[in-house]
């Protein structure tokens, strides 16, 4: 085992549908080092498929099969890229820890389903491949999800801050750092999701920039509480979620007959926001810092929300210590395959509810 490459490959493709990202990253006794990035987006027969097997549809089981040999072909491009890039061969990669993507999360009937053909990645690569994350933990009584908070823990846990990382994806969600007593986490609700769906469904585009669509609205209050008063927010954690809830035909449901557009989209922002801040409050208090990643990191009318609603806590990005925030997910899961190929569980029971800590994933050897 000493002897063992420490060189690792994450790759994660997320509820935003956005593409695939994909790190290089070097794991041993120090801190993990990033020693390459790259994103590759998704083209746009892709996306729309793996967006439409979010819902039930005809012939969904052969439709989902050929998506994941798509993907799975599309994730061996991002991973030969990145190797190019950093001038790196396949062969000094130890494994990829790759999450897939996915398609439903439903713990409460005891599954989860991420696409990806492992096998073909692992073939088309050349490189060992883990991966099915979630479903151990499921097995185990467990929500399956968050997995990133025993990562966290392992890079961002301070031993006199307390600390909170939020990921801010399609779904946001967080991973609590006190300085005593048990690391947390769960899903805190819609991240970017809806506010992508609404600013492509009005503007024509995949994301609202910087928020400057938001900003330019007013949100609406008594729409704000009625979207807050969904049961998701107020139940205890653990808990997890995804477009099997928060998706348009949720947003319907509560629109208004005639309102703006843009403060429509103020009030997801808000509910976002309100999503985050107040399951910082609840379930967090005492925070000191907090620190963003994800996508969503870089909507600065979000962030600035955020920062309004927590006065006592600094808000920043993860880059502050050391981690770029676009990649955190990513080596995130590269760290995942490290604790399954070493025989070390990977889930955190405190956070997804399961019966125990669980060896997680399924290891794909290299051709």
Request: net charge negative; hydrophobic share 40%; glycine share 10%.
């Amino acid at each position: 085992m000493g002897n063992a490459p420490t060189l690792y490959i994450g790759i994660m493709s997320g509820t935003s549908l956005d593409g695939i990202d994909s790190a290089l990253i070097g794991l041993d006794d120090g801190a993990p080092r990033q020693l390459g990035s790259l994103h590759l987006p998704f083209d746009q027969e892709l996306r729309a498929t793996l967006l439409e097997l979010n819902t039930a549809g005809d012939n969904e089981l052969e439709r989902a099969a050929l998506a994941a040999n798509r993907l799975s072909h599309a994730y061996a491009v991002s991973v030969r890229q990145l190797l190019q890039a950093a001038q790196c061969s396949a062969h000094n990669i130890r494994a990829i820890g790759c999450h897939g993507q996915t398609v439903r999360h439903r713990p409460d009937l005891g599954y989860t389903l991420q696409l990806v053909n492992s096998a073909l990645l692992a073939e088309l690569s050349g490189i060992a491949v883990v991966s099915d994350f979630r479903s151990r933990d499921i097995a185990a009584g467990g929500q399956g999800a968050p997995l990133a908070p025993a990562f966290h823990a392992a890079l961002f846990k301070h031993p006199e801050i307390h600390r909170v990382i939020v990921n801010i994806g399609g779904i946001s969600n967080l991973t609590d750092l006190p300085v005593q007593g048990k690391i947390t986490g769960f899903d805190c609700g819609p991240g970017n999701v809806l506010l992508d769906a609404w600013t492509n469904r009005h503007l024509g585009q995949a994301f609202d920039r910087d928020g400057a669509w938001a900003d330019s609205g007013r949100p609406i209050p008594e729409l704000l509480e009625q979207m807050l008063a969904d049961p998701y927010f107020s139940a205890p954690p653990p808990k997890s979620t995804g477009r099997d809830l928060f998706n348009p035909a949720w947003l319907q449901q509560y629109l208004p007959p005639s309102h703006a557009p843009a403060d429509i989209q103020a009030t997801l922002l808000a509910l976002t926001a309100r999503g985050i801040a107040d399951a910082i409050r609840t379930h967090c208090p005492g925070t000191q810092e907090i620190y963003l990643c994800g996508g969503g990191a870089h909507n600065r009318a979000l962030v600035s929300r955020l920062q309004q609603l927590l006065p006592n806590a600094s808000v920043d990005m993860t880059d502050k210590l050391g981690i770029s925030s676009d990649w955190v997910e990513a080596l995130a899961f590269a760290w995942l395959a490290q604790q399954t190929l070493e025989g070390k569980p990977g889930n955190l029971p405190e956070v997804t509810g399961a019966r125990g800590m669980r060896l997680l994933g399924a290891i794909h050897p290299a051709g």
